[in-house]
């Protein structure tokens, strides 16, 4: 009888402690509101470019009126030549599909914007994403470019390897070799990917910080423990607009 009741016992406490260990595992630290960021990339037609971005610094009020755009930038290194990027902060789901609505019913958004853009575009992609709970959004010193890192970490979530990316980015910025303007996980789009959005003063700038940075031990060995937890990276060269409110 002392046997089964132990067993119970025993089999109770499993029951108890399994979904709060999965969950934890699955998904890691949350963020407590409901703000995320949409991150859009629009690949645009060669000799449209110019005019895709003339129409919407015209016509940015008529967005920005609607939800907060963080940034825009054109892809200089790294990526499909003619593309722009941006990301568009929201409170919640709630919101984004508010803005949507109020965005489709917008006669000079739609007319002036939308349907001469949309000939000047051939691809469009778009990711949900959330800072990282330690992370919050810095604004740069000045204007300079950006680099937008991107790691497909193994699955599991940040409870697996969230304190050993944290370490590496650290690393960088701690000892001065860039500017960290935010780090993103995706909610939706492809899972387990971190998106680090770094500044710098010039591309120059950025390359002689990511020579000292390779030659000093510290960073080196936070990097070391973080690529135990990689899969593939990738990353670009980003320019401001004009009309960027990231400059």
Known sequence: MLVLRSALTRALASRTLAPQMCSSFATGPRQYDGIFYEFRSYYL??????????????????????????????VEFGGRMNTVFHIWKYDNFAHRAEVRKALANCKEWQEQSIIPNLARIDKQETEITYLIPWSKLEKPPKEGVYELAVFQMKPGGPALWG??????????????????????????????????L???????????????????PRVVAAVRESVNYLVSQQNMLLIPTSFSPLK
């Open 45 to 74: 037609k060669p000799s449209k470019m110019n005019e895709f971005l003339e129409n919407f610094e015209k016509n940015a009020h008529l967005r920005t009126a609607h939800s907060e755009l963080v940034g825009y930038w054109s």
């Open 163 to 196: 304190d050993a990316f944290k370490r590496a980015v650290h690393a960088h910025v701690n000892l001065g070799y860039t500017k960290l303007v935010g780090v993103f996980h995706t909610e939706y789009g492809a899972l387990n990917r971190v998106h680090v």
């Open 198 to 216: 770094w500044w710098n003063e010039s591309a120059d700038s950025r390359a002689a910080g990511r020579h000292k940075s390779h030659e000093d």
